[in-house]
């Protein structure tokens, strides 16, 4: 029995010693067969290749001006297609609604038809612009003296007698009919609007309270322009996209775009009515217009963007910068896309 032991133990420590020999650990679990053994992978980290881009993915919830919300619509449903991962929640509801939404965090991007205020950057709004249209004064197609303004157009300073001091009350004294007594019904916002705020300074103004002095207020840009195309005696200002039809190209139906008299003579030149979607747009784009009230629409967020909401904004204004002219907007010009460029990234 010692025998056996012994000779056991004999071949336990030659079979250990003949291990030790071939540099295999004491320690070592049964190796698998070479066949089946896969190659180990490389240890160095500087050999690894870099992970390949995760798709972009999230939901990005957006608000604000309604002069920007047409084409917001556009550029969400073309970069879903582009990354199926990205979704949206886009909202009309007035450039002060996106401004407070942004500050506010409920949304991530603000559409914000106007300039950034110094308070509103110091509470951490970021704004890039994107885009530029205008807002343009409307009154009813049945207006009385339709032909006439048509001939000869509303001056700035006339403008201003009817939007902020109250000075011009009837129709006739726009004309210079004084037989005409028919009363000015001046309707604006009653929410904050990006578009208010440019009328008014063009108007005279500084802000849009100035115009809720003289006139009637009308809450959502849509609802005013409705109010102002049943009123025969009443007059507004829209923005480019609520007062032209891109779809058909011209003037929404009912409504009627006077000219500016810009030289204030009561004499108008041909490039000054604007029949057509591509005649306003095309105005804006040439500086033919006046600015204010021809304006940049913002996107606003609440510190630099990052992420998928900065990735989305790059591509705006980029790749999406084509989409602007055939929706009745004014591209970046080369300039303006690479200083816009440079602050989002």
């Not at 919830?61 to 949206?88: C, D, H, R």
């Amino acid at each position: 029995m010692k025998n056996m032991f012994f000779k056991l133990l004999s071949l336990v420590v030659v079979g250990m010693l003949a291990l030790s020999a071939c540099g295999s650990p004491a320690t070592a679990t049964p190796a698998v067969p070479t066949a089946a053994q896969p190659t180990a992978a490389p240890v160095a980290t500087s050999t690894v290749a870099a992970p390949t881009a995760q798709p972009l993915s999230g939901t990005i919830n957006i608000s604000g001006a309604f002069a920007l919300y047409p084409m917001m619509t556009v550029w969400a449903a073309e970069y879903t297609k582009l990354n199926p991962g990205v979704q949206f929640n886009v909202q009309a509801g007035g450039a002060g609604k996106g401004m407070t939404d942004t500050l506010a965090g409920a949304v991530d991007i603000g559409m914000v038809s106007r300039d950034i205020q110094p308070a509103e950057v110091t509470k951490g709004a970021y704004g890039v612009p994107v885009a530029k249209d205008a807002v343009f004064p409307v009154i009813s197609a049945q207006n009385p003296v339709l032909a006439d303004i048509m001939a000869k157009g509303i001056s700035q300073a006339t403008f201003k007698k009817i939007f902020i001091t109250g000075e011009i009350t009837t129709w006739g004294q726009v004309v210079g009919d004084a037989k005409n007594t028919d009363a000015i019904h001046v309707y604006t916002r009653s929410d904050s609007a990006g578009a208010a705020d440019e009328w008014a300074l063009f108007c005279g103004g500084k802000v849009q309270a100035d115009l809720l002095k003289t006139a009637i207020g009308v809450n959502g840009e849509p609802a005013l322009v409705a109010t102002v195309i049943k009123d025969p005696l009443g007059i507004s200002y829209s923005n480019l996209n609520s007062v032209f039809d891109v779809t058909s190209g011209n003037i929404v139906t009912g409504a009627a775009v006077p000219p500016i008299d810009a030289s204030g003579t009561g004499q108008i030149t041909p490039d000054e009515v604007y029949k057509t979607t591509a005649d306003a747009v095309n105005a804006v784009a040439a500086g033919k217009y006046p600015s204010p009230p021809a304006r940049f629409e913002n996107l606003v967020t609440k510190g630099k963007p990052t992420g998928v909401v900065q990735a989305f904004i790059v591509w705006i204004l980029t790749d999406g910068q084509k989409d602007l002219s055939q929706a009745g907007y004014v591209p970046l010009t080369a300039d303006q896309q690479t200083a816009a460029l440079a602050k989002v990234k």
